[in-house]
């Protein structure tokens, strides 16, 4: 039990078909699909003028069961720390909904899902994405909630693009919003790390273009290697050094191309662990929507929010060099000069990218205290 | 207008009476924010608020004044020229590593400033110094090696200082210890005001 309370207990993910072939999903793109199956969680309790909803967007390797537990779970929910009674996003309080993104492979249609004009897996005629489709079809689940106001909407890295779109398209739905380790555009850097996660999936000689279903077999290889290298930039050299050092695996070096460095043996774990959760094809169109985001480029891009300004909170995490500090200030300058009334934090962390989804109390008293700040008073701009 | 002057610190209400009702407020070192919270709940102000201490920073937020937490000595390029009405600077000044380097830097992002200083010029400090010990006062209340204060300066040194950076004092209004206009004004100021307030404007 951690000092913000015990937890959701629980839970139970559902699935719901949100789009057919009479009411499909047009994309961005211009392609449509005539099939999508949403999964999706809920804690907490919708209050009875509807107002209490929280949305979660998850990031690259989330799914809707973002707190409590399922039967035989080892962890809970990715987001357990965040989300739960008394915790800075208060059940007792809120409606709280997750679910699984387009595109993604953990209950909700991705390029693995079956095309139901062929009865075979997408594979690569799966269409392209963009961080618009995916809120499109959260909004859409909303709608089969009830739901059309938003408290806030919440989310960390990817999870944070999602946010700041949703917010630049739509901000009279949004009350407050949370973008957490988070970037409105890819370094060169960041679009290199994802460049070459994708060719160690599209090289493996089980990839068969995207259609490895068909021989029944998948890119493992790609895949944890994938994983591997992105899980290096998620945490830092600090983080690193005081988990690792230079710490042999075992009790005596073996001096070979093997495992030997306690680091080796961690990364191969993660490599490991992820391919019972994840899919390749689902690792390629969600890293390619980021590297083609950059939502402060659009003309007339802050339009919108000008006329319906949103409360934002941007957190940043002081050894994040996959997203760093300078990438969140950079979303505070653009919305700060739209005029918005826009709260920013820089914690200290050793612990990298991956800070977003760990207990640091600075980070979780301050979205607490954002997620409890006075929205009684009237009379100013903000409050329409 | 429903301004409750009996809820906020006297010298932070001397400095709400400046305001225009619907102004947008920067308010470097906005502590709690107990100013903009007063300004944007009372007055129909937006503004953002810059502070580092990290408790009167979620006292801030979780009132839902809009705050940053930035580096002013280094950060405030964030902030486009003209994109606030007033810049507020309330004691934040003594604790800044480059004062006029940060005063420059904040001239362009607001055709006015209002800045609080305290006054190392007191008699009080003064008389303190002739016996040979540091001042302090409830204005300065530190011991040399705890206060955040790293320059000090009396009201006549700070003003040519001013006038160096291009911003023109439209009105000084010295304060007494408990923060309260002095009932004898500008008389003695400099010896006998604990603090001041600047109402400062750019000059062309």
């Known amino acids: 039990m951690s000092e913000f309370g015990d937890g959701v207990g629980v839970t139970n993910t559902q699935f719901v078909t949100l789009f057919d072939a009479r009411n499909p999903l ?4 211009g392609e449509r699909l005539d099939e999508v199956i949403v999964s999706y969680e809920t804690y907490g309790t919708l209050n009875d003028d509807r107002s209490n909803a929280v949305f979660i967007c998850h990031a690259l390797t989330g799914d809707a069961h973002a707190a409590g537990w399922h039967e035989g779970d080892k962890h809970p929910g990715w987001w357990d720390v965040m ?7 208060d059940t007792n309080r809120f409606f709280v909904i997750a679910d699984n993104l387009l595109g993604g492979c953990q209950g909700t249609t991705g390029p693995s899902s079956i095309n139901p004009a062929t009865g075979e897996p997408w594979g690569l005629d799966f269409p392209l994405l963009d961080m618009r489709d995916f809120n499109v079809v959260h909004r859409a689940l909303l709608d089969h909630l009830g739901i059309n106001h938003l408290h806030a909407l919440v ?7 999602q946010v700041l779109q949703w917010s630049m398209d739509h901000p009279e739905q949004v009350h407050k919003a949370v973008i957490v380790a988070s970037s409105a555009r890819l370094t060169a850097q960041n679009i290199a790390f994802s460049a070459v996660g994708r060719q160690a999936i599209m090289r493996d000689g089980h990839f068969h273009g995207g259609y490895f279903q068909k021989y029944d077999t998948s890119p493992d290889t790609g895949l944890a290697i994938a994983r591997m290298m992105a899980h290096i930039t998620y945490t830092s050299e600090e983080g690193f050094e005081s988990k690792f050092g230079r710490n042999p695996q075992r009790d005596e070096w073996s001096h070979g191309f093997g495992v030997d460095f306690a680091v080796e043996g961690y990364l191969e774990h993660q490599g490991e662990v992820f391919l019972g959760r994840f899919d390749a094809l689902s690792y390629l169109y969600l890293t390619r929507v980021m590297d083609y985001f950059n939502p402060f480029a659009e003309p007339g891009c802050l339009d919108r929010l000008l006329d319906d300004p949103v409360r934002f909170l941007v957190v940043s995490f002081d050894t994040d060099w996959r997203f760093s500090t300078e ?6 300058r653009q919305l700060t000069r739209a005029d918005q009334p826009v709260t920013f934090r820089d914690i200290r962390s050793p612990w990298g990218h991956d800070s977003f989804l760990l207990t640091i109390d600075d980070y979780l008293a301050t979205v607490a205290a954002f997620m409890k700040s006075d929205t009684t008073y009237r009379g100013t701009s903000w409050e329409r | 207008m429903s301004a409750k002057p009996w809820r906020i610190r006297p010298d932070l209400h001397v400095i709400s009476q400046h305001i225009q009702p619907g102004s947008r407020v920067l308010d470097i070192g906005c502590g709690d924010g107990e100013l903009l919270y007063h300004l944007i709940s009372c007055l129909q102000c937006t503004g953002t608020g810059v502070e580092k201490d990290p408790e009167s920073l979620l006292t801030a937020v979780a009132r839902g004044v809009p705050l940053l937490d930035l580096d002013v000595d280094t950060e405030l390029n964030i902030f486009a020229p003209d994109s606030y009405d007033v810049v507020v600077l309330s004691r934040t000044l003594p604790a800044l590593t480059r004062p006029d380097k940060v005063l420059a830097q904040l001239r362009p992002i607001a055709p006015r400033m209002i800045l609080t200083m305290p006054n190392f ?10 016996s040979g010990h540091m001042p302090e006062s409830r204005d300065l209340p530190y011991s040399w090696y705890s206060t955040p204060n790293l320059h000090h300066a009396t009201l006549v040194d700070l003003e040519p200082l001013l006038t160096d950076i291009g911003l023109e004092v439209d ?6 210890p408990s923060g309260r206009p002095r009932r004898l ?7 006998m005001a604990s603090s001041a307030i600047y109402m400062l404007r750019r000059t062309s």
């Open chain 1, 26 to 29: 047009h994309l961005v793109n």
């Open chain 1, 83 to 89: 989300i739960g009674p008394g915790k800075p996003i």
């Open chain 1, 155 to 161: 989310g960390g890295s990817m999870g944070g693009m």
């Open chain 1, 327 to 332: 990438a969140s200030r950079h979303i505070v």
């Open chain 2, 121 to 130: 010029g007191l008699w009080r400090h003064r008389l303190r110094l002739l």
């Open chain 2, 171 to 176: 009105k000084r209004i010295p304060l007494s």
């Open chain 2, 185 to 191: 004004g500008q008389f003695g100021a400099n010896l």
